[in-house]
C-alpha cells in the first residue's frame, strides 16, 4: 500500500472517531449540564475540524510536482498544521469564557455516571487512535497527521481531567471543580497549541533541518573525503515530507564529468537511505 493511501486512510479514522465522540460528549454535557463535558465537546469539534483539513491535506500534498508547483504540494501539510493550531487556540479561549462565567454564575451538576463513562470512553479511544495516528505520522513523515495526532494525545488527556473532575465532583459536591477542571483543560490546550504552531510554521520559512540532521548529511560526505577537495555552501529545508539538501564540492580539476556524476550518485544514494525522501542538489567545482 502506497504513503498516500496509508494517510488518507487513518485520516478517515480520526474524523469517524471524532464524530462519534462529539455526539457522545454533547448528550452527556446536556444530561449533566457541566461546563467542562461541554468544553471537551467543543474540543472534539475542533478536532474534527482539524481531522478533515488533515485528511484534504494528506490528499493535496500526495500529487506529483506540475509545471506550477515544481517542487510538489508538500508544503499544505505545514499550512494544514498551522490552521490546525489556531482551531485549538480559538477552543481554548471558547473554553476559558465559558468556564469563567460559570465560576460567576455556578450551576448544580446534575447527571455525573454518565459523564463520567463517556469521558473514560473518550479517553480510550482517543489513546488508540492517537498512537496509530502518531506511527503513520512517523513512517510517512507526515506533519498534518502528527498535528491531528497531537490534538487526540491531549483529549486523552484532558478527557482524563474532566473525569477525575467529576469523580471529585460526585463524592465532594463543590461545583466550582467543574469551571476550574475545565480551565486546566484550556491551558493544556494553548500549550500545545502554541507547540503545534510553531512547529508546522518554521518549514514555511525554508527553516534548516535539525542539527542531529545535518550532522548525518556532513558524515556521509566526509565519507568521500579521500574523492573530493572540500565541501561548502550547505544548505537545507524541507517540504511536506521531502528533505531538500544542496552543497557545493570540490573535485579534483582532472575528474571527468562522468567521475564527478557518478561520485554525486553515491553521495545521493547514502543520504536516501539515512534520511528517506531526500532530494539532492550538488554543484561540483573544480579545484586548484
Not at 575528474?255 to 553515491?266: A, M, R, Y
Request: hydrophobic residues 50%.
Amino acid at each position: 500500500m502506497s504513503d498516500s493511501s496509508i494517510k488518507t486512510r487513518v485520516a478517515i479514522l480520526s474524523v469517524v472517531s471524532n464524530s462519534l465522540l462529539i455526539v457522545l460528549k454533547v448528550i452527556a454535557g446536556i444530561l449533566s449540564g457541566s461546563v467542562s463535558i461541554i468544553s471537551e465537546a467543543i474540543h472534539s469539534a475542533m478536532d474534527l475540524v482539524a481531522a478533515v483539513i488533515a485528511f484534504f491535506s494528506v490528499r493535496i500534498s500526495a500529487k506529483p510536482a506540475d509545471r506550477d508547483h515544481p517542487y510538489g504540494h508538500g508544503k499544505v501539510e505545514n499550512v494544514s498544521g498551522v490552521i490546525e493550531g489556531l482551531l485549538i487556540l480559538v477552543a481554548a479561549v471558547i473554553i476559558i469564557w465559558e468556564a469563567i462565567k460559570k465560576i460567576i454564575n455556578p450551576t448544580h451538576i446534575g447527571e455525573t455516571d454518565i459523564a463520567l463513562i463517556v469521558m473514560f470512553i473518550s479517553s480510550a479511544v482517543n489513546f488508540f487512535v492517537s498512537r496509530k495516528l502518531y506511527k503513520v505520522a512517523k513512517q510517512v513523515d507526515s506533519v498534518a497527521l502528527e498535528a491531528d495526532a497531537l490534538h487526540l494525545k491531549t483529549d486523552v488527556y484532558t478527557s482524563l481531567g474532566v473525569g477525575i473532575g467529576m469523580v471529585l465532583i460526585k463524592f465532594t459536591g463543590i461545583s466550582i471543580l467543574d469551571p476550574i477542571v475545565a480551565i486546566l483543560v484550556a491551558l493544556l490546550i494553548l500549550k500545545e497549541a502554541i507547540s503545534l504552531i510553531w512547529n508546522a510554521y518554521c518549514p514555511l520559512l525554508d527553516t534548516k533541518l535539525s542539527d542531529s540532521d545535518e550532522e548525518k548529511i556532513k558524515n556521509v560526505i566526509n565519507k568521500y573525503k579521500n574523492e573530493i577537495i572540500d565541501f561548502h555552501e550547505l544548505r537545507t529545508r524541507k517540504s511536506g515530507s521531502v528533505k531538500y539538501i544542496d552543497f557545493h564540492m570540490t573535485v579534483n580539476k582532472d575528474f571527468s564529468v562522468e567521475q564527478s556524476h557518478e561520485l554525486s550518485d553515491k553521495i545521493e544514494n547514502d543520504l536516501e537511505q539515512i534520511l528517506k525522501n531526500t532530494n539532492v542538489s550538488i554543484h561540483i567545482e573544480p579545484g586548484v
